[in-house]
T-cell receptor, first 111, second 111 residues
Framework: RKEVEQDPGPFNVPEGATVAFNCTYS??????FFWYRQDCRKEPKLLMS???SGNEDGRFTAQLNRASQYISLLIRDSKLSDSATYLC????????????FGSGTRLSIRP | EPEVTQTPSHQVTQMGQEVILRCVPI?????FYWYRQILGQKVEFLVS????????KSEIFDDQFSVERPDGSNFTLKIRSTKLEDSAMYFC?????????FGNGTRLTVT
């Protein structure tokens, strides 16, 4: 099983739609979780951390299910500028020594 | 806002040559990382560095690779004898614990 696994997409949705991504991780001892976005040929940028109780940042909502070892990201009222690759990122150990990226889910928003 | 800086932005080298990629992490960060991303593929963990030594390394990080923090500010990745398949974007990152803050990357082209 891959350490961090994501649906590669691509997701192609109209502006204003709601879209959800899931990610699973293999190590039940993983401590912290994040969503990053990556634009073409750019560095990954932190979108949001994922907290156990779930958290929201504007149009973005992240959820963590430790029992099932998956993380989700929900984007509401999608904008053209949301087009990017969304990367699920897992800190495999409590020491932050190994932080692994999923392969990314590509999102395209059409007008 | 403090940022991670990487130099050069693009490095072209011949197969078999040594290259050194340079990074200046954010000054109060404790953890340092190198990742690589082959064009069109996922962000792959190479190595993490903490307290002046390697914390974790991946299978990719073989004897051809080494890291150093020579002077308390720079963090370098050396590839001793480059291969064609080393062509990729190399990202440096740093963190206080997590999440990661990335530099803009160095595009390495091996010819």
């Amino acid at each position: 099983r891959k350490e961090v696994e994501q649906d590669p997409g691509p997701f192609n949705v109209p502006e204003g739609a709601t879209v959800a991504f899931n990610c699973t991780y293999s190590n039940s001892a993983s401590q912290s979780f994040f969503w990053y976005r990556q634009d073409c040929r750019k560095e990954p940028k932190l979108l949001m951390s994922v907290y156990s109780s779930g958290n929201e940042d504007g149009r973005f909502t992240a959820q963590l299910n430790r029992a099932s070892q998956y993380i989700s990201l929900l984007i509401r009222d999608s904008k053209l500028s949301d087009s990017a690759t969304y990367l699920c990122v897992v800190n495999m150990y409590s020491s932050a020594s190994k932080i692994i990226f999923g392969s990314g889910t590509r999102l395209s928003i059409r007008p | 806002e403090p940022e991670v800086t990487q130099t050069p932005s693009h490095q072209v080298t011949q197969m078999g040559q040594e290259v050194i990629l340079r990074c200046v992490p954010i000054s109060n960060h404790l953890y340092f990382y190198w990742y690589r991303q082959i064009l069109g593929q996922k962000v792959e963990f190479l190595v993490s560095f903490y307290n002046n030594e390697i914390s974790e390394k991946s299978e990719i990080f073989d004897d051809q690779f080494s890291v150093e923090r020579p002077d308390g500010s720079n963090f370098t990745l050396k590839i001793r004898s480059t291969k064609l398949e080393d062509s990729a974007m190399y990202f440096c990152a740093s963190s206080e614990n997590s999440p990661l803050h990335f530099g803009n990357g160095t595009r390495l082209t091996v010819t």
